[in-house]
């Protein structure tokens, strides 16, 4: 059964999610800046909702991959 540890950052230990949806969300604000760069964003019907599921996905696969548990 797998149990979720607490991640330590300069002695503040803190749930996983907190640093994997803050690295996810400063990915999704990298990826949306050279989307807007390079003119591709005006493809999308909603980009604003485009840009909340590229920040779920983000956060789900750096908790996934990077986050160590």
């Given amino acids: ?3 979720p ?3 330590d950052i300069a002695g503040i230990y803190m749930p996983p999610l907190l640093p994997a949806a803050t690295l996810g969300v400063l990915a999704m604000l990298l990826t949306a800046y050279l989307l807007n760069r390079t003119r591709l964003s005006r493809f999308f ?3 604003e909702v485009v840009m ?3 920040a779920a996905l983000y ?3 750096i908790g996934t991959f990077v986050i160590p548990t």
Avoid: Q, S, Y
């Fill in 1 to 3: 059964m797998f149990i």
């Fill in 5 to 7: 540890v607490e991640v």
């Fill in 52 to 54: 909340l599921a590229l």
């Fill in 45 to 47: 019907v909603l980009p």
């Fill in 59 to 61: 956060t789900v696969l």
